[in-house]
């Protein structure tokens, strides 16, 4: 079955750090993928999205994921978070030939200031 | 803000029950798709509405059903409500049906008792 995977369900950070969430899909043809963020009380945001092209995707807020086919993987990726980065953050996957997201169970990003 | 609203917030109902959940899409969008969030997971595809005809569905049961209007806002419906709907329902919006970027609303949060 096509599934999603975020490996990481809970990370903390320090203001400053570097970030790099990752995901993994299971489909092996033409895929188009998203990254969202739902910050506390607010509804799903995109974050960015991949459909062909340059695999380096950037999105806002100085986030950027790269898709690696080889690997099937998106990983999501911020050189210096902030306090207001906190949030959960969902990998997404359209396979080919489908228009469904498959969405992954999300990780729980929290930042110390 | 993504211009996708939803109503009500918040629900209650006990078993059995049925429930009626609205959405509205974004203005210019003709595809509504419907998800299930339970707790700690990440979304999961119910259906979707693309000018009226449902376009697709996912592993849910028949009791899951739902409308499109000519107006392009949608009705979910559940019937025979079980305590394993308790979840956060979102509704999504797409300018039109295939491998398009959604866009979520706030999500009706239904707790079955």
């Known amino acids: 079955a096509q599934s999603v995977s975020q490996h990481n369900h809970h990370v903390i950070l320090s203001e400053a750090a570097s970030l790099e969430l990752g995901c993994n899909y299971s489909?092996?043809?033409?895929?188009?993928l998203f990254w969202y963020v739902q910050y506390p009380g607010q509804h799903l945001q995109l974050l960015l999205k991949?459909?062909?092209?340059?695999?380096l995707v950037k999105g806002i807020k100085g986030f950027e994921a790269e898709f690696i086919k080889s690997k099937f993987s998106f990983n999501l990726r911020k050189p210096s978070v902030q306090w207001s980065d906190t949030a959960e953050y969902f990998c997404?996957?359209?396979?080919?030939?489908?228009?469904?997201?498959?969405f992954g169970t999300g990780t729980r990003l929290k930042v110390l200031a | 803000e993504t211009g996708v609203t939803q109503s009500p917030t918040h629900l209650i109902k006990t078993r059995g029950q049925q429930v009626t959940l609205r959405c509205s899409s974004q203005?210019?969008?003709?595809?509504v798709s419907w998800y299930q969030q339970a707790l700690g997971q990440g979304p999961q595809f119910i259906f979707q509405?693309?000018?009226?005809?449902?376009?697709g569905r996912g592993n849910f049961p028949p009791r899951f059903s739902g409308l499109q209007f000519p107006n392009y806002s949608s009705e979910l419906n559940v019937n025979a409500l079980e305590l394993d709907d308790s979840a956060l329902y979102l509704c999504?919006?797409?300018?039109?049906?295939?491998?398009?970027?959604?866009?979520f609303g706030p999500g009706t949060r239904l707790l079955v008792l």
């Open positions: 999504a919006s797409s300018i039109t049906s295939g491998r398009e970027t959604q866009y």
């Open positions: 489909y092996g043809g033409t895929v188009n």
């Open positions: 991949y459909f062909s092209g340059d695999p």
């Open positions: 997404a996957v359209i396979p080919g030939g489908t228009y469904k997201y498959i």
């Open positions: 203005s210019g969008h003709n595809t």
């Open positions: 509405y693309y000018r009226e005809e449902e376009n």
